[in-house]
């Protein structure tokens, strides 16, 4: 870079790192975060705060180096049309169908879904669910709440909602982990589906890291997984030379 | 469940989510679903770009509410809109119409020559112009959620919005290195408040999103004005005074996303429409200097 000051940044990322909850990890996994437009930093610094190695992703090469990948909160328009503009949107749905965990924030949540109310450009269209964008009202309807940890364990968890979109139904094999108080309907707010998450607010606005875990953790899995399939595929071939050769 | 809203978490939190966009001055809804489906973040409706009201003269007042509802119902992206400094009436005007941020703006010819609005006391979230470190953390303290560096607006030339960047970034970096004890008389000396201050060499940025304005007309301009630490930046007059503002648009945003890579700039830097005429800053009588409006 020509220029130094962004290194401020940088900063940030090492200043927030006191809250790592002691997460000490090997590094092996590469978690990638969609680095289009939005609150990619957030996200990034969240994930070196449980121990994971980061790679901001803007391009296809870029992409095929990550076992996860976040789309952050954002712009949902723009996002998408970016995806599509710099030839991102269909590489993504591919590795997402191969089984890479993907986990999208609020823009990503509704770029994720497979119906999504009120989009005029294509999404993802990968977790069976219906989203509705800006469904809570402008931005003055913006709000904060406490919801209870549900499958997470532990105490509450502090989620901040922005311009954020409803999840308006989910097929029945979509676990529901979070939900919004009995006066608002129970409505689910985080939702997972295989390797697949999504959750309608910001987990990476605030310190609490149990999603930022969780999701690490599916791609630790995925990653293992892939080394003992390229293991099993690589031993097969050594197999196949060493009948070769003593055929 | 309680539900809070309006908070300044909520109000920042906004801001963080236009980060790495473009945000475009627009004058119609055609213009503003241009913008749009150029990859806008967001867009800022008003009667006439910067470089008209400054080529018209006379007082600019805040847009007529039909045609911010015109924009607003044209996109889905949010719609900012500009307000007098000091005009809180006009605040709450826009308010009431549903903008999702307020631009208390020197573009627009100030209304009050002591006092900027009291931000705290509205639910919607301000955006404010600063041209260095004490600026930027004055509107904080009064309620901004968002800092816009001011730059020269309507000039299409970049030299003020270069300026207003490296000073508020030189002063960041040189409180990283002041102890404790030269905070207050600091912040004396750039009229902030010292709790802002030491937050500010705490986190070693500002403590909201900071996006660069005011003369960016092309995608080599937004993306130095990343290159020097912006957020993401505003383009008011550079895209619809261009001659091909659909083209101009696009390559800004793009420039924007990947302002880190060299090769992507030199493609959408070539063979692009002329951009606006420029303005030399110099040539500007001082009282039309936009800039100085505010303090």
Known sequence: MVNGTREGMEL?????????????????????????????????AAVGRVGADVLEVRTVEQLHRVDGLIIPGGESTTIARLMIAYGLREPIIERGREGLPIWGTCAGAILLAEEIVTLDRPGLHLMPMTVERNAYGRQIDSFEADLSSGALGGGPLHAIFIRAPRIRSVAE??????????????????????????????????????????????????????????????????????????? | MVIETATQTVKAGLAQMLKGGVIMDVVTPEHARIAEEAGACSVMALERVPSDIRSSGGVARMSDPSLIRGIIDAVSIPVMAKVRIGHFVEASILEALGVDYIDESEVLTPADESFHINKHEFAVPFVCGCRDLGE?????????????????????NIVEAVRHMRSVQGAISRLQSMGDEELVSYSRDIGAPVELVRQTREMGRLPVVNFAAGGVATPADAALMMRLGADGVFVGSGIFKSEEPARMANAIVRAVTHYED??????????????????????????????????
């Open chain 2, 136 to 156: 930027a953390l004055r509107r904080i303290a009064e309620g901004a959620a968002m800092i816009r560096t001011k730059g020269e607006a309507g000039t299409g």
């Open chain 1, 173 to 247: 094999d979509v676990e529901v982990l979070l939900r919004l108080g009995a006066e608002q309907g129970h409505e689910p707010v985080a939702v997972q589906w295989d390797s697949l998450m999504a959750t309608t607010f910001h987990p990476e606005l605030t310190e609490d890291n149990r999603l930022h875990e969780r999701f690490v953790g599916m791609c630790e899995a995925y990653a293992s997984a892939k080394t003992s399939r390229s293991a099993t595929k690589a031993a097969g071939r050594s197999a196949a030379a060493a009948a070769g050769g003593s055929g």
């Open chain 2, 262 to 295: 060299d090769e992507i700039l030199a493609e959408v830097s070539t063979d692009l429409p002329n951009a606006m005429p420029g303005l030399e800053i110099d040539k500007i009588p001082e009282s039309e200097i936009l800039a100085k409006r505010g303090w």
């Open chain 1, 12 to 44: 940030v990322t090492e200043l927030t790192t006191h809250s790592a909850g002691g997460a000490e990890r090997s590094g092996s996994v590469v978690v990638g975060v969609l680095a289009l437009q939005g609150d990619f930093a957030e996200h990034a």
